[in-house]
């Protein structure tokens, strides 16, 4: 019997049930494709490009607590240590934007570290 239904379905001239099933699944797998290609490139595009667990990323993150420290600790009435700290802060990144090639971050950070060491040469 089942031999016959076989038979029958290859003398057919229209396309079994199953053969449109699986056209329908290969459109659907290729569209699928299609939509999981383009939600990696949106996610390359946003993803960070910062290197982690390299040494540029460990003076990143000091220097960026001893910035905080040093702003918090200067409005607290210890001015000299936190334009200590924030100094030291400002060494940590120039060293990283020269890593980075990142002109902004060391401009940036060079000016504001010169402004807190003017602060300090005239304050003693």
Do not use: H
């Amino acid at each position: 019997m089942i031999n016959d239904i076989n038979e029958s379905n290859k003398d057919s001239s229209f396309p079994s049930k199953l053969s449109i099933l699986a056209q329908e699944l290969r459109s659907e797998k290729k569209r699928l494709q299609q939509d999981l290609d383009e939600l990696q490139s949106d996610y390359d595009d946003v993803k960070p490009m910062t290197p982690t667990g390299t040494p540029d990323w460990y003076v990143k993150w000091t220097a960026m607590l001893l910035g905080v420290a040093g702003i918090f600790t200067m409005s607290a009435g210890f001015v000299i240590w936190g334009q200590v700290a924030y100094v030291l802060s400002s060494c940590g990144w120039v060293y990283v934007g020269m890593q980075w090639s990142d002109r902004a971050i060391m401009i940036g950070s060079a000016i504001s570290g010169t402004a807190v060491m003017m602060s300090m040469v005239t304050g003693l």
